[in-house]
């Protein structure tokens, strides 16, 4: 069975940092791009960026870029989102999902998902 696992989320102040971890079992996950989405109370699920199957190549929208960063460990079948400076507009359900596509944005070339942490950002 192929599972993808999210973990990290918690609750946190803001101008805090945390980071949420993608573990992978039964998908490679250097085979395939990894993106993180976000979905807020009342919202529609939003990307918050990708990298690539060698890491070597990042995207992030401009709500997140300068503040979140991803990072891959191959050698562990992970995939980690660095989230710092947070902001109580971060606040959401975290998801990490695999795609065959490159630097896509869209949830819909995303093939599979895991079932997401929720992050709080609040004083």
């Known amino acids: 069975q192929v599972l993808l696992g999210v973990s990290g989320g918690g609750l946190v102040q803001p101008g805090g940092s945390l980071t949420l971890s993608c573990a992978a079992s039964g998908r490679t996950l250097s085979n395939w791009y990894v993106g993180w989405f976000r979905q807020a109370p009342g919202k529609e699920r939003e990307f918050v960026g990708s990298i690539s199957k060698t890491g070597t190549i990042t995207d992030y929208p401009d709500s997140v870029k300068g503040r979140f960063a991803i990072s891959r460990d191959n050698a562990e079948n992970t995939v980690d989102l660095q989230m710092n400076s947070l902001k109580p507009e971060d606040t959401a359900i975290y998801y990490c999902?695999?795609?065959?596509?490159?630097?896509?944005?869209?949830?819909?070339?995303?093939?599979?998902w895991g079932q997401g942490t929720r992050v709080t950002v609040s004083s």
């Open positions: 999902a695999t795609s065959p596509y490159s630097r896509s944005r869209r949830d819909m070339d995303y093939d599979l």
